[in-house]
C-alpha cells in the first residue's frame, strides 16, 4: 500500500533529513494533480541544508529532444556549482556520478521520470552518494519506484471536494469560499474536475466574472458522457481567447517552456500577436506561468494539449500543419519537400555525425516560417528570396564552416548560436544579412576569444554572452549599441574587463557580469541613466566601487555577492531608486555609510549577511520601505534601538549572528506586518512582551538560542514555532497558538522547570498532574519535542476537531508516557526516550507509515498488527522484548533491527509479501528467521553479529537475491 500524501503537506518531512543514511524517496501520481508543484516547494525549502543541490525537471519531455548525457552533465554542473562538463557516454557520466559524489551530502530531484534505466543514469545506487543525501524521484509510472533503494513511496492524491471548492473559490471569486448563490453551482462545476489542481485553477479563472448563464452552459458542456471533462475545461479556456493569444500559446506549448518570456516577445511583437496582451490573458486564465527567473511554465497537461490542437490541424500530413516539434516528422517533411506555407515554425534537434546538411530546394515552399531550429545541422546553397518571413533562428551547434549564399534574414529579430564553436572570425557574421536583429544569443560559445564586431546589428537589444569561458576581450563596437537594453555576461570567467566606454550605451537597462574576472567597473557607467539592474556576484577581482555609481539615477538592484570590495561608496546614497542591495559575504566590508539612510524611499530587502559589518548606522531608521533585512552570519551585536520605525518590514533574518545578544528592542511591537522572525544560533537573551502584539508574525525561530530564559506570551497568528534554550527555566505557555502548524521544542541539560500560573486551570489535568504537557494546536502537522522535564506527553483534541499532525518526533530521557496519538500520523519517531517502557497502543494509526525507536526503553509496542499501512520499521537499541503482530504488517517494507538484545525471536515473517529490505544485527537472542522462502519481493538481507546468521534458511535466502540480481537487467 502506498502512503497518501495530500498536496497541502509539503513541508519537507517526507524524506526525513536528520535520517543519517542517504535516502530515496518516490512520489507518484496522474499527470496535473501537482508532483512537481509538490517537489519544487520541497526543493527549496531544504537546498540550503545540502553540499549541492540538482533539480532535474521534466526529464520524460527533454529525453524527447536530449540525451542522457546532457542531463548527467546537468547533475554534475548543478552539484558542483560549476560550468558543465562534457561527459563522452552514458556509461562515463555514471561512472562519475557514482565516485565523484561518495562524500558529498546531496539534494537531488529527478521530476516525470518514466523508464527505470533514466533513473540509473542519475542514481543507480544510494552508495554513489554521501550521507544523509537525499533523493527525490516523481512519476506517473509507480512500478517503477519498486526498487530496493525507494525506501518509501507517496501518491499524490487527487484534491478532496472541500479543498477543491477553497482553491476554485480562490480563482473563480478571489476568497476562500463561493460567492453567495453560487455555492450549488461551485459545487457541481468543481465534481467534474476529477480533483485535479490544474483543471480546477483553469476553470476557475475562465468563469471568473462571467455571468450564471456561462456558469451554466458551462457545466452542461462538461457534463456530456462523450467528452473527457478534463480535457473539455481545458480545451474551453482555449477556444476563448483571440487568435493571437492562441498563436503565442501554441508556441509556448510546442517550443517555448522553460524560455526567458523577453525573447519570444520580439518575435511575437513583429508578428502582430500583441505579446503584453496575450500573456496577460492566459496568466489570467492560468494556462500559463511565468517562473521565478521571468521564463514560461506550462502544466504537462496543457503542453499536450496545445500539441494534440497543432496535431489535429491535419493529422494525415505533417506538412499542413501550422508547427513542426517532432524531430522525425519535421526531418521527413523538409527531405520529402512536403511543407508548405501553413508551416509557421519547425524544430530539428539532430546529434553530432548524423546526415544533417539542408539545401535551398527544401526550404522553397515555406514562405510563412517565421521560427526555425536548426541544432547541430547545416545549410548549404544559395537561398536568395528564401526565408524571407524569418524572425528567429536558433542554431544552436552550428557548423564552424559557413556554406550558405545569399543567406538575408532581413526580418530576423533573433539569432541564437549557443553552445556553437563560432569565433569573431565565423563568416557567417559576414554572410548573413541580419539588418533587424533584436536578440543575439552566443551563451557557451567557448572557443570564441573576442566578441565579433557589432556594427552590423544597430538595432541589437539582448546580448547573451553567458558561460564563454575563453571570452578575453568585448569588441569596443559593443559601445556603439545604442538600442542595447540587456547585457549578459556571466560565467566569462577570463574576462577581465569592461570596454572603458561602455558608458555610451545610454539605453542598457540590464549588466550582468557575476563570476567574471572583471577587476573594476569603468567610470563611465554612471552615463547609463536607464540602467536598472548591476548583478556581479562572485567577481572575485573586483576591489571597487566607482563613486560615479551613485549617479545612476533608475538603478533598482545591486547584487554584489561574495566581492571583494571593502566598503561601498557613500554615493550610494544618491540611488534614489534602489531598491535591493545584496552585499552577502562581503567580508571585507565592516561597516555601511550613513548615506544609506537616505534611501528611504526606495529600498525594500538588504542583505548584509556574512559581512564583518558589527553595528548598524544610525540612518537605518529612515528606511521607512524596508521589508526584508537579512544579516545571518554577521557580527552585528545587538539590533539598532530604533527596528521599530522600520514598519513595514516583513522578514528578519539573523541567525548565526553569534555576536548578537541581550534583549530585542521593546518596540517591535511597531512592526504590525512582520511575517518572519529568524534568531536561531545567536546569543539573543530575551523576547519583549510586547512581541504578542505582532499579529501577521507567523514564522518564529529561536532554535537554538542557548541564552534565552523564557518566552512571552506569543502571537496567536504563528504558524511556525522553533525553539530551544539551554537555560529556558520555564515551560513556555504556548497553548493560545491555535494556528500553529510545526512546532520544535526542546533544551539540554536544563535548570529545574516549572509551569506558568497562567497555565494552571482547575478544570485542566495540570491540577491532577503538572508534569502533563498537553498538545491541542488543531492545525499542527510536524511535532517535534526534545525537552528532558516533559514527563508526561497528551494529544487532546475535542471532538469537533480533525486533527491534521502528520509527525511526531519525541526526544527525552525523562518522558514516561504518551497518550491520544491521533491516527492521522504518519511518521512517529522516539529517540532517546529512556524513562518511556510503554507506548500507547498503536492500532488506531492506520495512516501511520514510518515507526522509529532509538536508544529508548520501550519493552512493548501494543496494536502493532493494526498499522495496516506500515511501510518502514526501524528499531535500535531498545529493550524490546517481542514484536506481537509483525506478521500482519503487510505492507511492510524495510525492516531494521538493530541492538534489540531483549528480542527473543520474529514471528513468521512470510505474509511481508511487500518487504523489500531487511536487516537485523546484534540481536543475539534471535536464532533463526521463518518465513524467508516466501519473501519474493525481498532485495536485501543484512544479518549480523547474531546466531541467525548461520541459518540455513537465511544462507538460502541471500543465495536467492544474489541470483536474483545476476540475472535481472
Same mark, same amino acid.
Given at each position: 500500500m502506498m502512503t497518501r500524501l495530500d498536496i497541502d503537506y509539503s513541508n519537507g518531512q517526507a524524506i526525513e533529513v536528520r535520517r543519517n543514511e542517504a535516502r530515496m524517496v518516490?512520489?507518484?501520481?496522474?499527470?496535473?494533480?501537482?508532483?512537481?508543484?509538490?517537489?519544487?516547494?520541497?526543493?527549496?525549502?531544504? @537546498?540550503?541544508?545540502? #553540499?549541492?543541490?540538482?533539480?532535474?525537471?521534466?526529464?520524460?519531455?527533454?529525453?524527447?529532444?536530449e540525451s542522457l548525457e546532457h542531463l548527467q552533465s546537468q547533475l554534475v554542473s548543478d552539484l558542483l556549482k560549476q560550468e558543465p562538463i562534457g561527459l563522452g557516454s552514458l556509461e562515463e557520466?555514471?561512472?562519475?556520478?557514482?565516485? &565523484?559524489?561518495?562524500?558529498?551530502? $546531496?539534494?537531488?530531484?529527478?521530476?516525470? $521520470?518514466? #523508464?527505470?534505466?533514466?533513473?540509473?543514469?542519475?542514481?543507480?545506487?544510494l552508495s554513489w552518494f554521501g550521507s544523509r543525501s537525499r533523493i527525490i524521484v516523481t512519476t506517473r509510472n509507480a512500478d517503477l519506484l519498486n526498487i530496493p533503494d525507494v525506501v518509501v513511496t507517496y501518491e499524490v492524491e487527487p484534491m478532496e471536494i472541500d479543498q477543491s471548492i477553497r482553491l476554485f473559490s480562490l480563482h473563480a471569486f478571489g476568497g476562500s469560499s463561493p460567492n453567495k448563490g453560487y455555492d450549488d453551482l461551485s459545487r457541481d462545476i468543481v465534481s467534474t474536475t476529477r480533483g485535479l489542481p490544474l483543471a480546477i485553477e483553469v476553470l476557475g479563472s475562465f468563469l471568473y466574472r462571467k455571468t450564471k448563464e456561462i456558469w451554466r452552459a458551462t457545466l452542461h458542456e462538461l457534463k456530456k458522457e462523450t467528452v473527457d471533462s478534463v480535457q473539455q475545461v481545458l480545451m474551453t479556456s482555449y477556444e476563448s481567447l483571440d487568435q493571437g493569444t492562441k498563436d503565442i500559446f501554441l508556441d509556448i506549448a510546442c517550443y517555448f517552456i522553460g524560455k526567458d518570456k523577453r525573447i519570444p516577445f520580439y518575435m511575437w511583437e513583429d508578428c502582430g500577436f500583441y505579446p503584453c496582451t496575450g500573456i496577460e490573458s492566459l496568466l489570467l486564465t492560468s494556462l500559463v506561468k511565468i517562473g521565478e527567473n521571468n521564463e514560461l511554465l506550462m502544466y504537462d497537461l496543457l503542453r499536450d494539449l496545445g500539441r494534440e490542437i497543432v496535431s489535429k490541424e491535419d493529422p494525415a500530413n505533417h506538412g499542413r500543419r501550422s508547427r513542426l516539434w517532432n524531430h522525425e516528422e519535421a526531418c521527413d517533411t523538409l527531405r520529402s519537400k512536403k511543407g508548405t506555407k501553413r508551416v509557421q515554425a519547425i524544430r530539428l534537434k539532430f546529434a553530432n555525425g548524423s546526415n544533417n546538411c539542408f539545401t535551398r530546394e527544401e526550404f522553397q515552399r515555406l514562405s510563412k516560417m517565421r521560427f526555425l531550429k536548426l541544432d547541430k545541422a547545416n545549410i548549404r546553397g544559395d537561398f536568395t528570396n528564401l526565408l524571407s518571413n524569418l524572425r528567429w533562428l536558433d542554431w544552436q551547434g552550428c557548423p564552424t564552416t559557413f556554406e550558405a549564399v545569399n543567406l538575408h534574414l532581413k526580418k530576423l529579430a533573433i539569432l541564437d548560436l549557443s553552445w556553437s564553436k563560432v569565433t569573431q572570425d565565423w563568416e557567417g557574421w559576414s554572410q548573413i544579412k541580419m539588418p533587424r536583429l533584436k536578440v543575439l544569443n552566443l551563451t557557451g560559445c567557448n572557443e570564441m576569444l573576442i566578441t565579433p564586431n557589432?556594427?552590423?546589428?544597430?538595432?541589437?537589444?539582448? /546580448?547573451?554572452?553567458?558561460? @564563454?569561458?575563453?571570452?578575453?576581450?568585448?569588441?569596443?563596437?559593443?559601445?556603439?549599441?545604442?538600442?542595447?537594453?540587456?547585457?549578459?555576461?556571466?560565467?566569462?570567467?577570463?574576462?577581465?574587463?569592461?570596454?572603458?566606454?561602455?558608458?555610451?550605451?545610454?539605453?542598457?537597462?540590464e549588466l550582468l557580469m557575476d563570476g567574471t574576472s572583471i577587476q573594476e567597473i569603468p567610470v563611465s557607467i554612471a552615463r547609463m541613466k536607464k540602467l536598472k539592474t548591476i548583478s556581479a556576484s562572485n567577481c572575485y577581482s573586483l576591489t571597487y566601487l566607482p563613486k560615479s555609481i551613485g549617479y545612476i539615477d533608475a538603478l533598482s538592484m545591486l547584487l554584489l555577492d561574495n566581492v571583494k570590495i571593502p566598503e561601498l561608496p557613500n554615493s550610494i546614497g544618491s540611488l534614489m531608486k534602489l531598491k535591493r542591495l545584496s552585499?552577502?559575504? @562581503?567580508?571585507?566590508?565592516?561597516?555601511?555609510?550613513?548615506?544609506?539612510?537616505?534611501?528611504?524611499?526606495?529600498?525594500?530587502?538588504?542583505?548584509?549577511?556574512?559581512?564583518?559589518?558589527? #553595528?548598524?548606522?544610525?540612518?537605518?531608521?529612515?528606511?521607512?520601505?524596508?521589508?526584508?533585512?537579512?544579516?545571518? &552570519?554577521?557580527?552585528?551585536?545587538?539590533?539598532?534601538?530604533?527596528?521599530?520605525?522600520? &514598519?513595514?518590514?516583513?522578514?528578519?533574518?539573523?541567525?548565526?549572528?553569534?555576536?548578537?545578544?541581550?534583549?530585542?528592542?521593546?518596540?517591535i511591537w511597531n512592526l504590525q506586518v512582520l511575517k518572519?522572525?529568524?534568531?536561531?544560533?545567536?546569543?539573543?537573551?530575551?523576547l519583549p512582551s510586547s512581541i504578542q502584539s505582532l499579529s501577521r508574525l507567523r514564522t518564529l525561530d529561536l532554535l537554538p538560542c542557548d541564552k534565552l530564559e523564557m518566552l512571552p506570551m506569543l502571537p496567536?497568528? /504563528?504558524?511556525?514555532?522553533? $525553539?530551544?534554550?539551554?537555560?529556558?527555566?520555564?515551560?513556555?505557555?504556548?497553548?493560545n497558538l491555535v494556528e500553529l502548524e510545526v512546532l520544535s521544542f526542546g533544551n539540554e541539560n536544563p535548570k529545574e522547570l516549572t509551569v506558568p500560573p497562567a497555565a494552571i486551570d482547575a478544570r485542566s489535568t495540570w491540577t491532577k498532574q503538572q508534569s502533563l504537557?498537553?498538545?491541542?494546536?488543531?492545525?499542527?502537522?510536524?511535532? #517535534? /519535542?526534545?525537552?528532558?522535564?516533559?514527563?508526561?506527553?497528551?494529544?487532546?483534541?475535542?471532538?469537533?476537531?480533525?486533527?491534521?499532525?502528520?509527525?511526531?518526533?519525541?526526544?527525552?530521557?525523562?518522558?514516561?508516557?504518551v497518550s491520544g496519538l491521533p491516527s492521522s500520523l504518519s511518521v512517529l519517531s522516539f529517540q532517546a526516550c529512556l524513562s518511556l517502557k510503554s507506548l500507547p497502543s498503536v492500532h488506531n494509526l492506520i495512516y501511520l507509515s514510518e515507526l522509529e525507536?532509538?536508544?529508548?526503553? $520501550?519493552?512493548?509496542?501494543?496494536?502493532?498488527?493494526?498499522?495496516?499501512?506500515?511501510?518502514?520499521?526501524?528499531?535500535?537499541?531498545?529493550?524490546?522484548?517481542?514484536?506481537?503482530?509483525?506478521?500482519?504488517?503487510?505492507?511492510?517494507?524495510?525492516l531494521s533491527l538493530r541492538n534489540c538484545n531483549s528480542l527473543n525471536n520474529l514471528p513468521d515473517v512470510s505474509d511481508l509479501t511487500m518487504l523489500k529490505v531487511l536487516e537485523i544485527h546484534r540481536c543475539r537472542l534471535i536464532h533463526d528467521i521463518e518465513g524467508l522462502e516466501g519473501l519474493t519481493s525481498l532485495e536485501e538481507l543484512h544479518v549480523s553479529k547474531c546466531k541467525a546468521k548461520r541459518s540455513s534458511r537465511v544462507r538460502q535466502a541471500q543465495e536467492r537475491i544474489r541470483r536474483r540480481l545476476r540475472t535481472s537487467p
Amino acid at each position: 500500500m502506498m502512503t497518501r500524501l495530500d498536496i497541502d503537506y509539503s513541508n519537507g518531512q517526507a524524506i526525513e533529513v536528520r535520517r543519517n543514511e542517504a535516502r530515496m524517496v518516490g512520489i507518484h501520481g496522474i499527470g496535473g494533480i501537482g508532483k512537481t508543484t509538490l517537489v519544487k516547494l520541497i526543493y527549496n525549502q531544504l @537546498c540550503p541544508l545540502f #553540499e549541492g543541490c540538482s533539480y532535474l525537471g521534466n526529464i520524460r519531455e527533454i529525453l524527447k529532444t536530449e540525451s542522457l548525457e546532457h542531463l548527467q552533465s546537468q547533475l554534475v554542473s548543478d552539484l558542483l556549482k560549476q560550468e558543465p562538463i562534457g561527459l563522452g557516454s552514458l556509461e562515463e557520466g555514471i561512472y562519475y556520478i557514482k565516485h &565523484r559524489f561518495r562524500s558529498m551530502r $546531496v539534494l537531488i530531484v529527478l521530476d516525470d $521520470v518514466d #523508464e527505470r534505466n533514466h533513473l540509473k543514469a542519475f542514481a543507480g545506487k544510494l552508495s554513489w552518494f554521501g550521507s544523509r543525501s537525499r533523493i527525490i524521484v516523481t512519476t506517473r509510472n509507480a512500478d517503477l519506484l519498486n526498487i530496493p533503494d525507494v525506501v518509501v513511496t507517496y501518491e499524490v492524491e487527487p484534491m478532496e471536494i472541500d479543498q477543491s471548492i477553497r482553491l476554485f473559490s480562490l480563482h473563480a471569486f478571489g476568497g476562500s469560499s463561493p460567492n453567495k448563490g453560487y455555492d450549488d453551482l461551485s459545487r457541481d462545476i468543481v465534481s467534474t474536475t476529477r480533483g485535479l489542481p490544474l483543471a480546477i485553477e483553469v476553470l476557475g479563472s475562465f468563469l471568473y466574472r462571467k455571468t450564471k448563464e456561462i456558469w451554466r452552459a458551462t457545466l452542461h458542456e462538461l457534463k456530456k458522457e462523450t467528452v473527457d471533462s478534463v480535457q473539455q475545461v481545458l480545451m474551453t479556456s482555449y477556444e476563448s481567447l483571440d487568435q493571437g493569444t492562441k498563436d503565442i500559446f501554441l508556441d509556448i506549448a510546442c517550443y517555448f517552456i522553460g524560455k526567458d518570456k523577453r525573447i519570444p516577445f520580439y518575435m511575437w511583437e513583429d508578428c502582430g500577436f500583441y505579446p503584453c496582451t496575450g500573456i496577460e490573458s492566459l496568466l489570467l486564465t492560468s494556462l500559463v506561468k511565468i517562473g521565478e527567473n521571468n521564463e514560461l511554465l506550462m502544466y504537462d497537461l496543457l503542453r499536450d494539449l496545445g500539441r494534440e490542437i497543432v496535431s489535429k490541424e491535419d493529422p494525415a500530413n505533417h506538412g499542413r500543419r501550422s508547427r513542426l516539434w517532432n524531430h522525425e516528422e519535421a526531418c521527413d517533411t523538409l527531405r520529402s519537400k512536403k511543407g508548405t506555407k501553413r508551416v509557421q515554425a519547425i524544430r530539428l534537434k539532430f546529434a553530432n555525425g548524423s546526415n544533417n546538411c539542408f539545401t535551398r530546394e527544401e526550404f522553397q515552399r515555406l514562405s510563412k516560417m517565421r521560427f526555425l531550429k536548426l541544432d547541430k545541422a547545416n545549410i548549404r546553397g544559395d537561398f536568395t528570396n528564401l526565408l524571407s518571413n524569418l524572425r528567429w533562428l536558433d542554431w544552436q551547434g552550428c557548423p564552424t564552416t559557413f556554406e550558405a549564399v545569399n543567406l538575408h534574414l532581413k526580418k530576423l529579430a533573433i539569432l541564437d548560436l549557443s553552445w556553437s564553436k563560432v569565433t569573431q572570425d565565423w563568416e557567417g557574421w559576414s554572410q548573413i544579412k541580419m539588418p533587424r536583429l533584436k536578440v543575439l544569443n552566443l551563451t557557451g560559445c567557448n572557443e570564441m576569444l573576442i566578441t565579433p564586431n557589432f556594427s552590423g546589428y544597430p538595432l541589437l537589444e539582448m /546580448l547573451i554572452l553567458e558561460g @564563454c569561458f575563453q571570452l578575453v576581450k568585448i569588441d569596443p563596437s559593443i559601445c556603439h549599441l545604442r538600442s542595447l537594453v540587456s547585457l549578459n555576461l556571466k560565467s566569462c570567467s577570463n574576462l577581465s574587463m569592461l570596454p572603458p566606454d561602455i558608458g555610451k550605451m545610454e539605453a542598457l537597462q540590464e549588466l550582468l557580469m557575476d563570476g567574471t574576472s572583471i577587476q573594476e567597473i569603468p567610470v563611465s557607467i554612471a552615463r547609463m541613466k536607464k540602467l536598472k539592474t548591476i548583478s556581479a556576484s562572485n567577481c572575485y577581482s573586483l576591489t571597487y566601487l566607482p563613486k560615479s555609481i551613485g549617479y545612476i539615477d533608475a538603478l533598482s538592484m545591486l547584487l554584489l555577492d561574495n566581492v571583494k570590495i571593502p566598503e561601498l561608496p557613500n554615493s550610494i546614497g544618491s540611488l534614489m531608486k534602489l531598491k535591493r542591495l545584496s552585499l552577502r559575504d @562581503c567580508r571585507g566590508i565592516q561597516k555601511l555609510p550613513e548615506s544609506i539612510g537616505k534611501l528611504g524611499c526606495s529600498l525594500l530587502e538588504l542583505d548584509i549577511s556574512g559581512t564583518l559589518i558589527s #553595528e548598524l548606522p544610525d540612518s537605518m531608521k529612515n528606511l521607512r520601505l524596508l521589508r526584508v533585512l537579512k544579516m545571518e &552570519r554577521c557580527h552585528v551585536r545587538q539590533f539598532p534601538s530604533a527596528i521599530g520605525r522600520l &514598519r513595514k518590514l516583513e522578514e528578519i533574518h539573523a541567525s548565526r549572528c553569534r555576536s548578537l545578544e541581550g534583549s530585542i528592542p521593546s518596540n517591535i511591537w511597531n512592526l504590525q506586518v512582520l511575517k518572519t522572525l529568524i534568531l536561531g544560533y545567536s546569543g539573543v537573551s530575551s523576547l519583549p512582551s510586547s512581541i504578542q502584539s505582532l499579529s501577521r508574525l507567523r514564522t518564529l525561530d529561536l532554535l537554538p538560542c542557548d541564552k534565552l530564559e523564557m518566552l512571552p506570551m506569543l502571537p496567536s497568528s /504563528l504558524t511556525c514555532l522553533r $525553539v530551544s534554550s539551554k537555560k529556558m527555566s520555564i515551560i513556555p505557555d504556548i497553548q493560545n497558538l491555535v494556528e500553529l502548524e510545526v512546532l520544535s521544542f526542546g533544551n539540554e541539560n536544563p535548570k529545574e522547570l516549572t509551569v506558568p500560573p497562567a497555565a494552571i486551570d482547575a478544570r485542566s489535568t495540570w491540577t491532577k498532574q503538572q508534569s502533563l504537557w498537553p498538545v491541542r494546536f488543531p492545525k499542527l502537522k510536524s511535532l #517535534e /519535542l526534545f525537552h528532558s522535564k516533559i514527563i508526561n506527553l497528551g494529544f487532546e483534541y475535542g471532538s469537533a476537531c480533525v486533527p491534521q499532525l502528520k509527525k511526531v518526533a519525541l526526544t527525552g530521557t525523562n518522558l514516561q508516557g504518551v497518550s491520544g496519538l491521533p491516527s492521522s500520523l504518519s511518521v512517529l519517531s522516539f529517540q532517546a526516550c529512556l524513562s518511556l517502557k510503554s507506548l500507547p497502543s498503536v492500532h488506531n494509526l492506520i495512516y501511520l507509515s514510518e515507526l522509529e525507536l532509538l536508544n529508548s526503553a $520501550v519493552q512493548v509496542i501494543k496494536g502493532l498488527g493494526g498499522l495496516t499501512s506500515l511501510e518502514i520499521l526501524v528499531i535500535s537499541n531498545c529493550w524490546i522484548e517481542h514484536l506481537d503482530g509483525l506478521s500482519k504488517l503487510r505492507s511492510l517494507k524495510r525492516l531494521s533491527l538493530r541492538n534489540c538484545n531483549s528480542l527473543n525471536n520474529l514471528p513468521d515473517v512470510s505474509d511481508l509479501t511487500m518487504l523489500k529490505v531487511l536487516e537485523i544485527h546484534r540481536c543475539r537472542l534471535i536464532h533463526d528467521i521463518e518465513g524467508l522462502e516466501g519473501l519474493t519481493s525481498l532485495e536485501e538481507l543484512h544479518v549480523s553479529k547474531c546466531k541467525a546468521k548461520r541459518s540455513s534458511r537465511v544462507r538460502q535466502a541471500q543465495e536467492r537475491i544474489r541470483r536474483r540480481l545476476r540475472t535481472s537487467p
